[in-house]
């Protein structure tokens, strides 16, 4: 299936590893220019260049180019340089990925005001930010994807979890809200729930987990039990998620906006 994302410009952030990395290397196998950033230079650096190298004959025919910016975006000054790095290597941004590593794990009365703070400016400010500067140009060319990835937490909240179940949810009733405003432009917004995939991510709730509950438990017994909670007893794989990030910045896609859709191994036991 061809998506038609040749010649297309795609911003993905937290990309140096895990998902955003996967969703970049895919957008990259499809024959798009892609801007990457992170906070680690040195992982990001890594990151541009193994996907450069396996997408080089995807993006030959194009020139589609990989370029990269080191930079906080939870804070603005970062979002900010982030966002005109990308403008002044792309020429413009077709395709935007919202994405952050998620926030400490614990539970209410473990966390101050300041935990909260930092967890809305790194999950919900980037989003919006991020969103509030590359919308115009996609206003302008009547044609733009914004793809956030959120967690399976918003439909069904995760135990120990409540910094990332409370501002997850926020990113869902922003960009559910944005998909109206901007669905006449052209551009469709959209979230993608990641359930329990193997990444670096999980693998430091599960030692958390493991932490928390002591007896000797270790980051093992943790991942098996997150496994016997999906259907299909098994993680996930950053290729799986990254195929549907792909397939909703494409042309084919056209027509889907406003859906929050999880890629979880049937974990979320709602009926939608």
């Known amino acids: 299936m061809d998506l038609g994302l040749r010649g297309r410009t795609a911003f993905v952030a937290a990309s140096s590893r895990g998902l955003g990395r996967a969703i970049a290397l895919e957008l990259a196998r499809e024959g798009a220019s892609i801007f990457l950033c992170a906070r680690n230079g040195d992982a990001l650096h890594a990151a541009a260049v193994a996907i450069a190298d396996e997408t080089k004959e995807a993006r030959a025919a194009t020139r589609a180019s990989v370029s990269t910016a080191a930079t906080d975006l939870s804070t603005l000054e970062g979002i900010r340089y982030a966002i005109d790095s990308a403008l002044e290597r792309l020429g413009r941004i077709d395709i935007l990925v919202t994405n952050a590593g998620g926030p400490p794990a614990g539970p209410f009365e473990s966390h101050d005001w300041d935990a909260w703070q930092r967890a809305v400016d790194l999950t919900l400010r980037s989003a919006v930010e991020l969103t509030r500067r590359a919308i115009p140009g996609m206003r302008e060319r009547k044609w733009g994807r914004v793809i956030n990835v959120t967690s399976i937490a918003v439909k069904q909240p995760v135990d120990n979890l409540i910094l990332s ?21 052209g551009i469709t917004v959209n979230n993608i729930l990641p359930g329990y995939t193997r990444t670096e991510r999980v693998e430091e709730l599960a030692d958390a987990t493991a932490a928390r509950e002591g007896n000797g438990r270790s980051r093992g017994d943790i991942l098996a039990r997150f496994e016997s909670q999906i259907p299909m007893r098994r993680l996930g794989e950053p290729p799986e998620f990254a195929a549907l990030a792909a397939f909703l910045a494409s042309e084919r896609a056209s027509y889907i906006t406003g859906q929050s859709i999880a890629v979880d191994g049937g974990w979320i036991r709602s009926l939608l």
Request: charged share 20%; net charge neutral.
């Open 165 to 185: 179940n409370a501002v997850r949810s926020a990113v869902t009733g922003f960009a559910r809200t944005l998909a109206n405003e901007v669905a006449t432009d």
